[in-house]
């Protein structure tokens, strides 16, 4: 069994952390805030009031941050990660960063020969809490095989490339998801003002080939108008400032992008950025005169 610095015990982290210590991993996490570190000592996870003591003993350290500048604060700080992991340690983000935010990160651990991987998920809050996340892992295979059995016990773990492709394959899939939400809100609200009964149409669909997971997991739930935050709109406003950013180095031309892009700023610029992502169909029944 491994031993595992955590840092970043936030909505989706406390989950994964604590399927670790339920395979039998132990963890030592930082934890700032103590009702969160009274809920991590109800998970089995040891918790410090420092990075340091989080990190430097462990064999392998996972980050999972709301944003890059809060990995590059964490990793390359002056108390950070870097100024502790051992040497034969392997450092894992699991956060969603920009891929030269993580090259920046990267560069500074290569320095000291420290073994990184880009490892962001996909899946939400209940895929965190069930440990099915879907895991995008970039970095060279052996350190992955090396980490897997640490990785696996929080989701099904994919080789998607070298060093960056698990961030940038986790750009993708943020814009496939913002994509997905408002195609299906504006189906719904398309269902609606024809007069036909929204959750039986929906359920149609998603047996045929317009199913998704979105349907799945958040169908329920927008048909019921509830938007409690498993991947909150103002995160999904930053990843897919991360994809335009990235397109536009590469001068790549994402018309649909910029479209859904506009509309999750639009709805973070209304107030909404704390809510669920899914309350994209909030703002659709609005545009068009139905939102209760």
Known sequence: MASVGFIGLGVMGMPMAANIVRAGHSVSAYVRRPERAEIARRHGIAVSDSIEGAVSEAEIVISMLPDGPAVIRVALGEDGILASIASSAVYVDMSTIAPSEWAEVASAFDEKSIAVIDAP???????????????????????????????G????????????????????????????????????V?????????????????????GSTVIDRKGAAMLAARYEPGFRLSLHAKDLGIVADAARL??????LAAAVTQLVNSAVARGDGDLDHSALYRRSREANGLER
């Open 121 to 151: 998920v996909s899946g939400g809050e209940a895929a965190a809490v069930e440990g099915v996340l879907s895991i995008m892992a970039g970095g060279d295979e052996a350190d992955i095989a090396r980490v897997s059995p640490v990785l």
């Open 190 to 210: 398309f269902l609606e003002r024809h007069g036909v009964e929204t959750e039986t149409a929906l359920g149609v669909l998603g047996r045929g080939l317009a």
């Open 250 to 255: 590469e001068r790549l031309s994402l018309p």
């Open 153 to 188: 016990t929080m989701g099904t773990v994919t080789v998607v490339g070298p060093r960056g492709a698990g961030q940038v394959t986790k750009a993708a899939n943020q814009l496939v998801v913002a994509g997905n939400i408002q195609l299906v809100a504006e189906a719904l």
